[in-house]
């Protein structure tokens, strides 16, 4: 099936610092790519809506100064959280859409993180 | 926006039937339905989609009544294994040429020896 990666799967930072996340779907292109976060117990949160080669749509509420997102090309989107702080601190997950013949997404792994 | 109403938790025994149901009362005309499974810090997986009447794969069914205001993911001989949350997802919220996915709160199925 189709495979999207994420990376790193995890990082620990200390606050102020920034991180990014990759996302990268492996074996089809994507034409548009979702990122969501999720906190411990609770359900999957739309952050942003990823098209390549335009500027991604953030959900309400959604800070695009701090989560910036970038889609270079359909394999890669990329997440970059900056200034983080530990109210950041989530599992973000990444999910791509575009194989032909399926209009599900494909999941990443996820990619936790922790900043102190 | 279709939003999607579950059972917050079910539980069942290794071998039995289990049948999730999900409420999608605004579902739109051109909205799929989707199952997804997910275990503690992994991304979702793909269980299943279907726009009405009933698709079966090899893991699951997935049951959509004429109305298509809900929907029943069906888990047959459920194992240990399949001890995570499931969650339904109706693709729809058509802005700008882009859809909109929004997750419920999903499922957690606990399966008992």
């Known amino acids: 099936g189709a495979v999207v990666s994420q990376h790193p799967s995890w990082v620990i930072c200390k606050s102020g610092t920034s991180v990014k996340i990759e996302c990268r779907s492996l074996d089809f292109q994507a034409t548009t790519m979702f990122w969501y976060r999720q906190f411990p117990k609770q359900s999957l949160m739309l952050m942003a809506t990823?098209?390549?080669?335009?500027?991604?749509?953030?959900e309400q509420g959604v800070e695009k100064d701090k989560f910036l997102i970038n889609h270079a090309s359909l394999t890669l989107s990329t997440l970059t959280v900056t200034s983080a702080h530990p109210e950041d601190s989530s599992f973000y997950i990444c999910s791509a859409m575009g194989r032909p013949g399926h209009n599900e997404q494909f999941f990443g792994p996820g990619t936790r993180l922790t900043v102190l | 926006l279709a939003k999607t109403t579950q059972p917050i938790s079910m539980d069942s025994y290794e071998g039995q039937e289990v049948n999730i149901t999900c409420s999608h009362n605004?579902?739109?005309?051109?909205?799929?339905i989707t199952w997804y499974q997910q275990f503690p810090s992994q991304g979702p997986r793909f269980i299943i989609q279907g726009y009405k009447t009933k698709v079966t794969n090899e893991v699951a069914s997935l049951f959509i009544p004429a109305d298509r205001k809900s929907s029943t993911l069906s888990l047959p001989r459920v194992s240990l294994s399949d001890t995570a949350v499931y969650y339904c997802?109706?693709?729809?919220?058509?802005?700008?040429?882009?859809?909109?996915?929004?997750f419920g709160r999903g499922t957690s199925l606990i399966v008992h020896p």
């Open positions: 605004n579902i739109a005309t051109n909205d799929y």
């Open positions: 990823s098209n390549e080669g335009s500027k991604a749509t953030y």
């Open positions: 997802l109706v693709v729809g919220g058509i802005r700008g040429g882009s859809y909109i996915p929004t």
